[in-house]
């Protein structure tokens, strides 16, 4: 608040998250009146007036008490000289009963007013409030989510786009191999503002792939995306790279090569999938060759799958039928 560039007084007001509006002596400053031409203070839920007010966010729309106090009659103004980590979604709004008028602050940080010390009407604890709200133009959205191969490999692309998301919301991948009966995390997101984010799951099944994207926005609401569904009938042996198996048919014990081996050091996974697509069994493997006793798996068509576990990328695939 100011008369002129010399008689000014300050306050804040902070908003965060899980806090009290009522009075905290740790962290809040109550106000104590000074001698000089202008004083301002804001009030906490409890009535008590603060140089340092710490609020939070509201759920719709909350009101702030101001009290403003002066020497002479004259002009006065109100200025928000700095807005800090408020997110968009908020809108500050600057009530004043006296004239019934009110202005958005977030285009109009200056607020002229006139004080008639013969009029208590124009000063005090009754003519100003601060109004903060959410607008609801500002709230979060999903605008779509996909999932997608990707080309010549066994990945699924994954990507959605958002508006309003800023960098508080939560995305979570959730995926399901089991006709939507379950859903697994697969990665979590934080948002940055940008409104386009992608993740690659490069371990789907044989059969369905059922994804949901798990969001969680500034009031900590959850909503599910639709659920979006990739099929695969059988894993393509990448360029570049083959699995030999002997004996195939097998009865008991499975030997696996891996060719060729690759430059630097690396360690394996192998994942032995039935012909409906669930995973039977797993192991991984610093060597090429791989030894597997697979006499207790029901006899039938099997997929094993091997990966780079530094890198998660596809080595090959190919299928076995054991007797």
């Given at each position: 608040?100011?008369?002129?560039p ?25 106000y ?7 004083n ?24 702030i008490?101001l009290?403003?106090?002066?020497k ?14 408020i ?21 109009h ?6 004080v ?26 999903l ?12 990945r699924?692309h ?16 959730e ?14 997101v ?76 690396t ?20 060597q090429n060759?791989?030894?597997g ?13 091997v ?9 090959g ?7």
């Amino acid at each position: 608040m100011a008369k002129d560039p010399i008689n000014t007084d300050d306050i804040l007001i902070r908003f965060q998250k899980d806090i009290s509006s009522v009075f905290d002596v740790d962290v809040d400053a109550q106000y104590f009146q000074g001698n000089g031409q202008v004083n301002l203070s804001s009030f906490s839920s409890d009535g008590i007036s603060l140089a340092i007010n710490l609020q939070p966010y509201p759920k719709i729309s909350e009101s702030i008490g101001l009290k403003v106090i002066t020497k002479t009659d004259g002009p006065y103004q109100l200025n928000l000289t700095q807005i800090v980590n408020i997110p968009r979604l908020f809108d500050i709004w600057l009530k004043d009963a006296y004239t019934k008028d009110s202005i958005d602050m977030r285009k109009h940080a200056t607020y002229s007013f006139n004080v008639l010390k013969s009029d208590s009407n124009t000063f005090g604890s009754k003519r100003f409030t601060l109004v903060i709200r959410q607008n609801p133009a500002y709230t979060y959205q999903l605008l779509n989510f996909t999932a997608t191969k990707i080309t010549d490999s066994t990945r699924v692309h994954l990507a959605w786009d958002t508006e309003n998301e800023q960098d508080y919301t939560n995305f979570t991948v959730e995926r399901s191999t089991d006709n939507g009966l379950t859903f697994r995390v697969l990665d979590t997101v934080t948002s940055s503002g940008l409104g386009s984010y992608s993740f690659a799951d490069k371990n789907p099944i044989i059969g369905q792939n059922i994804y949901k994207l798990k969001q969680e926005d500034f009031n900590n609401t959850t909503t599910y995306s639709d659920a979006v569904v990739v099929s695969f009938s059988d894993f393509r042996e990448p360029p570049g790279g083959s699995l030999g198996l002997f004996p195939n048919p097998v009865l008991n014990q499975l030997n696996l090569v891996i060719t060729p081996r690759p430059v630097e050091a690396t360690s394996f996974q192998i994942r032995i999938f039935n012909i409906s697509g669930f995973l039977v069994r797993q192991a991984s493997s610093m060597q090429n060759n791989w030894q597997g006793d697979v006499g207790d798996l029901k006899p039938g068509t099997y997929i094993i799958k091997v990966s780079d576990l530094r890198d998660n990328s596809l080595v090959g695939n190919t299928k076995f039928v054991k007797l």
